[in-house]
C-alpha cells in the first residue's frame, strides 16, 4: 500500500463516523501529513491534522482537520499534504468552500479520492486548487470513496434513491406459512436490520404487507432516526412513487415488502442492493421467497445467530 493509499484509507475511517449526522451531505474524511525532514532521509510521514464532516450545516472535513492543526504546526502546512476523500467544495453553500481555504492554508499538494459528483461541484473545486497552483492527484481509493458514498452518488448521477431490496426467508425459500406471517428473524438480525433502517432515509412496504401484519418499521432496537416510512399503493406507479421521494431529497430506500413488491422493482430494474436473511426453520408451503436477478455478484455473507445474511450488488 502506498503513501497515498494509507492516508486514504485513515480518511475514509474517519469518514464513515457522518454516517448519520452527516446526511444529506455526503461523508468526507480529511488527513493532513507532513512527510519527513529532507535532513533525516527516508522515515515515516507524520499526521499533524484530521477531521471529517460531522453534521450538515457545520464544518466540511477539511475545516476540521485543520483546525486540529496545533498552533507550532501551523508554520509547516506549506510542506505538507491534504488528504480528503472527496473533492473539496467551490462554493457557498451553507458553509464556505473548502477549496479556498485549502488555497488560503498553502498546503503544497491535495489528493482527492474521488470527483463529488453534485452539479455545483463536479471537478470545479480540483480546477480552483491546480490554478492556484498546488498540486493534485485524483483517484486514490476512488472506488471505495465511491462506495462509501453509494447513496449521495446514485442520487445525483441516476436522480433516484440508493434502493436495497431486503427480505428473510426460511431455508427452504417461503417468506411465509401457507401465508400468514412468520418469524424468520432472530435477536441478532433483528437488531442489524433496525441498524440499517437508522442508516437510511426512508423504508417501503407493499398495500398487502402493511393491511396484512401492520409493521412499525422503527428502529426500536438500535439508536438513530427513524426511516420515512413509506406505503406503495396499487393506485401509484412505481417509478412515480421513486420519482416523488427523489423530489422529496430522499437519498436511500429500503424495501421490505412482499413477493410482488420486490419483484415489480427487480422488474423495473429499480435496485442497488438485494440483502437476503435465510432462516433455519422450514415450513411445509407459503409464499415463494423472490427469485434473484441473473446478474447479481454476492458482496457478503455472514452468519448471526444460525441464520445467514447475504448481500448481492449489481
Known amino acids: 500500500m502506498s503513501e497515498d493509499e494509507k492516508y486514504m484509507q485513515r480518511c475514509l475511517q474517519l469518514a464513515a463516523n457522518g454516517i448519520q449526522g452527516a446526511r444529506p451531505n455526503p461523508m468526507v474524511g480529511a488527513v493532513i501529513s507532513l512527510p519527513p525532514a529532507p535532513s533525516k532521509g527516508r522515515g515515516s510521514w507524520r499526521i499533524i491534522g484530521e ?18 492543526v496545533k498552533p507550532e504546526d501551523e508554520a509547516l ?39 463529488d459528483p453534485f452539479a455545483e ?32 452518488f446514485t442520487y445525483h448521477s441516476k436522480h433516484r434513491p440508493y434502493i436495497i431490496l431486503k427480505w428473510a426467508q426460511t431455508a427452504n425459500g417461503f417468506m411465509d406459512d401457507h401465508g400468514k406471517a412468520l418469524q424468520i428473524s432472530n435477536e441478532q438480525t433483528q437488531m442489524l436490520s433496525h441498524q440499517l433502517r437508522a442508516e437510511e432515509d426512508a423504508i417501503l412496504v407493499g398495500h398487502t404487507t402493511d393491511i396484512r401484519e401492520h409493521p412499525q418499521l422503527t428502529v426500536r432496537h ?12 396499487h393506485q401509484r406507479p412505481l417509478q412515480q412513487q421513486v420519482d416523488d421521494l427523489y423530489q422529496q431529497g430522499v437519498q ?31 415450513v411445509g408451503d407459503g409464499t415463494r421467497a423472490p427469485q434473484l436477478p441473473t446478474n447479481v455478484k454476492l458482496l457478503s455473507s455472514a452468519v448471526y445467530g444460525g441464520n445467514t445474511i447475504m448481500r448481492y450488488i449489481i
Open 77 to 115: 502546512l506549506k510542506d505538507a499534504t491534504i488528504y480528503v476523500s472527496l473533492e473539496p467544495c467551490s462554493h457557498y453553500g451553507k458553509t464556505p468552500p473548502c477549496a479556498d481555504l485549502i488555497i488560503k492554508k498553502g498546503v503544497r499538494r491535495v489528493v482527492v479520492g474521488t470527483i
Open 222 to 233: 438500535w439508536h438513530g432516526p427513524n426511516p420515512k416510512r413509506v406505503v406503495l399503493t
Open 51 to 68: 477531521g471529517y464532516h460531522v453534521r450538515c450545516g457545520q464544518g466540511h472535513a477539511e475545516v476540521n482537520a485543520f483546525a486540529s
Open 252 to 282: 436511500s430506500l429500503i424495501v421490505e415488502g412482499g413477493r410482488q413488491t420486490h419483484e415489480s422493482f427487480i422488474k423495473a430494474g429499480l435496485w442497488d442492493e438485494i440483502r437476503v436473511e435465510t432462516g433455519t426453520v422450514t
Open 121 to 152: 461541484v463536479q471537478g470545479r473545486g480540483i480546477e480552483k486548487l491546480r490554478k492556484a497552483g498546488i498540486e493534485v492527484t485524483v483517484g486514490v481509493l476512488e472506488k471505495e470513496c465511491q462506495w462509501l458514498n453509494r447513496r449521495f
